[in-house]
């Protein structure tokens, strides 16, 4: 059901893969809700996915970016503005990749080559995305900057390797940038999701079975991906408009849980 929240905003979506992507379901949902919105992910992962589809479906234009360049970004802020008429009013950062995970190297050897570059993929860019609005003052007032992140920054899930400091980096840069947005009416928040099954999620190690332990123990069940676009869309509206410097868990229970009778087949 759409009730146009974000009529006459404009906003850009990172990370955008293929039809599975959280990143997917928001830049639907925004268009949906009245927004006009740009696309951007790295020429690799363009090349790799449908985003062409998506943007010819939104009528989005696609820019591609790297998120680890400054001059990429500065490029991608200021030709969005010129695409859409204006300062940007939400800006979602879905971004998160580890090399490590990838390769299947244990937490016990790691090559820290590779996870220099978890880390500057997937938390750095957060902020040097932040660095780019901010030195453009490409944010209207009362925006809305978003990043996606998971409960391994909190708590420890072995497979997750070190994509878990990746995400307790990126909420660190949330609340830090966050203090200093809050000068221009801008808010930053970041959303922990459930497990999803998303290209980068079914690719950690055991995460069919993790992805069904968090379907037991969440009281509600896990949030999908069009779940997660619909809590996005709140974020990016202005009826949160004094949330800010957040981790907002959107995981169907699961982060206030020590244990489910559920998963003990207990349930009455």
């Known amino acids: 059901m759409s009730t146009k929240l974000l ?4 906003g850009v979506v990172f990370g955008a893969l293929n039809k599975d992507s959280i990143a997917w379901k928001v830049a639907e949902r925004c268009v949906e809700q009245g927004a006009t919105i740009t696309l951007t992910n790295a020429p690799v992962a363009m090349r790799l996915g449908e985003l ?9 234009e696609i820019i591609p970016a790297d ?11 200021e030709k969005s503005m010129d ?16 090399v490590n995970v990838r390769k299947n190297r244990h ?3 790691l090559k820290y080559d590779w996870m220099q570059k978890t880390f500057d993929v997937s938390a750095i860019s957060f902020h040097k995305v932040m660095q780019s609005l901010w030195k453009l003052d490409a944010m209207n007032e009362w925006g809305s900057i978003l990043g996606l ?12 390797s070190e994509m878990a400091e990746s995400k307790a980096l990126l909420e660190s840069f949330a609340r830090s940038f966050g203090y200093h947005f809050a000068e221009r009416k801008v808010r930053v928040n970041t959303v922990s999701q459930s ?3 998303t290209t980068a999620g079914s690719g950690v190690k055991g995460f069919e079975e993790f992805f069904n332990y968090a379907e037991k123990m969440s009281p509600l069940g896990n949030a999908s991906a069009e779940d997660c676009a619909d809590y996005c869309i709140t974020l990016f509206s202005d009826l949160t408009k004094r949330v800010t410097m957040q981790n907002l868990y959107h995981d169907g229970g699961f982060s206030s849980m020590g244990m489910n009778p559920a998963i003990l087949g207990l349930e009455e």
């Open 52 to 60: 062409q589809d998506l943007g010819e479906k939104l009528n989005a």
């Open 107 to 109: 937490y016990t050897d």
């Open 67 to 77: 998120a680890t360049s400054m001059e990429d970004l500065d490029a991608l802020f």
């Open 149 to 160: 992140s998971y409960i391994a920054a909190q708590r420890v899930f072995p497979d997750y």
């Open 83 to 98: 695409v859409l008429g204006g300062k940007i009013d939400f800006v979602l950062h879905a971004i998160g990749m580890s």
């Open 195 to 197: 497990p999803t099954w």
């Open 7 to 10: 009529a006459g905003k404009r």
